[in-house]
């Protein structure tokens, strides 16, 4: 089957947040502001997937991946 395209997709949004959070636990805010070129409710609806998929967690105010 072939792929939607990737540039500016979900897919994208989500290995982004991914590879920010492979170096540091950051805030929705921090996420956001490194992923200028994504609209900031789709960075908000794939963290929140992410989150619910158990592939990053909150920890107070910051998101990381799993300990």
Do not use: C
């Not at 900031?40 to 992410?50: G, I, K, S």
Request: aromatic content about 8%; cysteine-free; glycine content about 4%.
């Amino acid at each position: 089957a072939v792929q939607a395209r990737f540039a500016g997709s979900d897919r994208q949004i989500r290995g982004a947040i991914l590879r920010e959070l492979i170096t540091s636990t950051l805030t929705l805010k921090q996420i956001k502001d490194a992923l200028t070129y994504a609209d900031p409710e789709r960075v908000n609806t794939q963290v929140a997937n992410l989150t619910s998929e158990g592939l990053i967690e909150k920890y107070r105010y910051y998101y990381r991946l799993p300990q």
